[in-house]
């Protein structure tokens, strides 16, 4: 039986939990190290992970980059994922999905989506208050601070 990219993607983004965070990291903890990444890091390192292509069929670990600000802009982050991602609703979030999150000012931090039968919706991402990757329930206040809702390509 054929796993859904969903599921996998969820698989992978749980495999980095516990990775400390780092501003502009793309590195997976190990029994040897405490590796590093940031919310865009965990994201791309799932991308890698499953060869996973955008809208345009690129692989999209190609077009991975590292030179983001501590703080955003505010439209660069938001044009990468409308160009390469399917836009979809927040009514209609599945596992898998990339949550985009608006933080003080602009839309400046990433989550992958959990759907859980008993615990309801959740996210697997990292950020510095958290200081590694995590995974909770999304929380009233999370959920008011969701800007978008992504998902990658469907399988093929």
Not at 57 to 62: A, F, R, S, T
Not at 64 to 91: C, I, W
Request: one cysteine or more; aromatic letters at 6%; proline letters at 2%.
């Amino acid at each position: 039986m054929k796993t859904k990219l969903s599921q996998k993607i969820v698989t992978a983004a749980r495999s980095w939990l516990g990775t400390r965070y780092h501003h502009q990291g793309r590195l997976k903890k190990t029994s040897k190290h405490k590796g590093g990444v940031d919310c865009v890091g965990l994201v791309m390192g799932v991308v890698a992970e499953l060869n996973i292509t955008g809208a345009g069929g690129k692989n999209l670990i190609e077009l991975d980059r590292t030179d983001y600000s501590a703080h955003p802009d505010g439209r660069s982050l938001v044009e990468f994922l409308d160009m390469h991602l399917q836009k979809t609703n927040l009514k209609k979030i599945k596992d898998g999905d990339i949550l985009l999150f608006k933080l003080f000012k602009h839309p400046q931090h990433v989550g992958i989506a959990t759907l859980g039968k008993i615990r309801g919706l959740g996210v697997i991402h990292c950020y510095s208050a958290s200081g590694s990757v995590v995974e909770h329930i999304l929380s009233p206040a999370w959920l008011r601070m969701i800007v978008g809702v992504y998902r990658f390509k469907l399988d093929k």
